[in-house]
């Protein structure tokens, strides 16, 4: 069972760390350091912004089942 949950949890860390990088950038932090300040004119909340930051959400879900998962079987 404890192999089980490590795979998810390397699957769904590759996953986020996948996801957040595709979210564009806000301004103001690091993402101006590397070009991400300009601003484009789609602008605006896309569905596919909408859809990625659901499905961000639910991989950090998992992600945080799997934590938590593990670390009550270590604990037993």
Same mark, same amino acid.
Do not use: P, Q
């Given at each position: 069972?404890?192999?089980?949950?490590?795979?998810?949890?390397?699957?769904?860390?590759?996953?986020?760390?996948?996801?957040?990088?595709?979210?564009?950038?806000?301004?103001?932090?690091?993402?101006?350091?590397?070009?991400?300040?300009?601003?484009?004119?789609?602008?605006?909340?896309?569905? /596919?912004?909408?859809?990625?930051?659901?499905?961000?959400?639910?991989?950090?879900?998992?992600?945080? =089942?799997?934590?938590? =998962?593990?670390?009550?079987?270590? /604990?037993?």
């Amino acid at each position: 069972m404890e192999l089980i949950f490590t795979i998810v949890l390397m699957i769904a860390s590759g996953l986020m760390i996948l996801l957040v990088l595709l979210h564009k950038g806000r301004g103001g932090g690091m993402s101006d350091m590397f070009g991400g300040g300009v601003s484009s004119s789609l602008g605006g909340s896309s569905v /596919a912004e909408r859809n990625l930051d659901r499905l961000t959400v639910g991989i950090g879900v998992i992600w945080f =089942a799997c934590i938590i =998962a593990l670390g009550l079987l270590k /604990a037993y």
